[in-house]
């Protein structure tokens, strides 16, 4: 049994202008970072030349033409196998805004690549998911998350018309340190499709455009309010970011995030925003220490307690 993980990750400003319809007319960029919540994958061969599949539900196929799962057998098209079992999980529930799709995509080509004894190349991997999702799935989504869950890292990502950069923040450790233990993830409750709230958003982008633009200039603020340290600047940008990206559609927001967000305002919060399309999933919360534990106390359950990590994409050992 061999093991692969890709991580999660939380977007923190710039969300929207890695979408098609932006990059190919201007360049955007997004401030993201892996997280230690990851997307499994197990994979075990078998004895026979059948392919079983594993995941909420279970699939037992001989011909990959067979598979009922899109995103699986959109990427297991191009490999050659010989009977091979493929089990997934998450560490935490899809349909989340933390980008589980695209890391379930990475995480399997990794796997699939390793067992064609290719080495992981992680912007060939991101590339591929890419493809496979926007181009061959023609799903409307962006390409922030198959990058991010691939290299891993807080890392600044600029997406150009044919091609993406990927840097690296040079932000002092203990700046590093001090943003890592001010982030929460605050749960909505609230599971559901960003496939069908990004078709939405896509079908208005043109009028749009100028509220991308301005999710955009957010960008460089943040970095540079990073860089220095300056926390509580970081947290209303955020806040800003979450207000445009709710004006792009009214389906973003669910009444039900008003309790949440008159929680957080009562606690004098840095800054917040909805992760990934919108209508639910996490909320992102930058605050002081004394404050996150406050989140704690009154969110008990739906708090999420998490780290940045770096890696991205690999093979991990495990004790069968």
Same mark, same amino acid.
């Given at each position: 049994?061999?093991?692969?993980?890709?991580?999660?990750?939380?977007?923190?400003?710039?969300?929207?202008?890695?979408?098609?319809? =932006?990059?190919?007319? *201007?360049?955007?960029?997004?401030?993201?970072?892996?997280?230690?919540? =990851?997307?499994?994958?197990?994979?075990?061969?078998?004895?026979?030349?059948?392919?079983?599949?594993?995941?909420?539900?279970?699939? !037992?196929?001989?011909? %990959? %033409?067979?598979?009922?799962h899109r995103l699986i057998k959109e990427i297991i098209k191009k490999y050659k196998y010989k009977g091979l079992e493929i089990s997934?999980?998450?560490?935490?529930?899809?349909?989340?805004?933390?980008? /589980?799709?695209? /890391?379930?995509?990475?995480?399997?080509?990794?796997?699939?690549?390793?067992?064609?004894? +290719?080495?992981? +190349?992680?912007?060939?991997?991101?590339?591929?998911?890419?493809?496979?999702?926007?181009?061959?799935? *023609?799903?409307?989504?962006?390409? &922030?998350? &198959? =990058?991010?869950?691939?290299?891993?890292?807080?890392?600044?990502?600029?997406?150009?018309?044919?091609?993406? !950069?990927?840097?690296?923040? +040079?932000?002092?450790?203990?700046?590093?340190?001090?943003?890592?233990?001010?982030?929460?993830?605050?749960?909505?409750?609230?599971?559901?499709?960003?496939?069908?709230?990004?078709?939405?958003?896509?079908? %208005?982008?043109?009028?749009?455009? =100028?509220?991308?633009?301005?999710?955009?200039?957010?960008?460089?603020?943040?970095?540079? /309010?990073?860089?220095?340290?300056?926390?509580?600047?970081?947290?209303?940008?955020?806040?800003?970011?979450?207000?445009?990206?709710?004006?792009?559609?009214?389906?973003?927001?669910?009444?039900?995030?008003?309790?949440?967000?008159?929680?957080?305002?009562?606690l004098s919060v840095y800054g917040y925003k909805l992760l990934g399309a919108g209508s639910g999933g996490y909320y992102c919360v930058?605050?002081?220490?004394?404050?996150?534990?406050?989140?704690? *106390?009154?969110?008990?359950?739906?708090? $999420?307690?998490?780290?940045?990590?770096? !890696?991205? $994409?690999?093979?991990?050992?495990? +004790? $069968?």
């Amino acid at each position: 049994m061999r093991a692969f993980i890709s991580p999660l990750r939380i977007s923190f400003v710039g969300g929207g202008t890695d979408m098609p319809f =932006y990059y190919k007319k *201007k360049d955007g960029a997004v401030v993201s970072t892996s997280i230690n919540k =990851y997307t499994w994958v197990f994979v075990n061969q078998l004895k026979n030349d059948k392919l079983l599949l594993k995941y909420s539900k279970s699939e !037992l196929v001989k011909d %990959k %033409k067979e598979i009922k799962h899109r995103l699986i057998k959109e990427i297991i098209k191009k490999y050659k196998y010989k009977g091979l079992e493929i089990s997934f999980f998450g560490d935490l529930p899809n349909r989340s805004g933390l980008a /589980s799709s695209s /890391s379930f995509s990475v995480a399997l080509i990794a796997a699939l690549e390793k067992i064609k004894k +290719n080495n992981i +190349n992680k912007e060939v991997i991101a590339d591929k998911a890419c493809n496979i999702e926007i181009v061959k799935l *023609k799903d409307p989504i962006g390409k &922030q998350d &198959q =990058y991010i869950s691939s290299y891993g890292g807080l890392r600044h990502i600029i997406f150009k018309k044919n091609k993406v !950069l990927v840097k690296n923040l +040079n932000i002092k450790k203990n700046i590093l340190k001090k943003f890592e233990s001010s982030i929460s993830l605050i749960n909505t409750g609230h599971f559901r499709s960003a496939r069908q709230i990004l078709k939405k958003q896509s079908k %208005k982008a043109k009028k749009n455009m =100028y509220i991308y633009d301005q999710i955009n200039s957010l960008v460089p603020k943040f970095l540079k /309010s990073l860089k220095d340290g300056n926390l509580k600047l970081c947290g209303k940008i955020l806040s800003k970011n979450w207000e445009l990206k709710k004006s792009l559609d009214k389906n973003v927001y669910l009444n039900h995030f008003k309790k949440i967000e008159k929680q957080l305002d009562a606690l004098s919060v840095y800054g917040y925003k909805l992760l990934g399309a919108g209508s639910g999933g996490y909320y992102c919360v930058i605050s002081s220490n004394k404050t996150k534990k406050n989140l704690q *106390k009154i969110f008990g359950n739906n708090f $999420v307690s998490m780290n940045f990590e770096k !890696l991205g $994409v690999r093979e991990v050992k495990i +004790n $069968v």
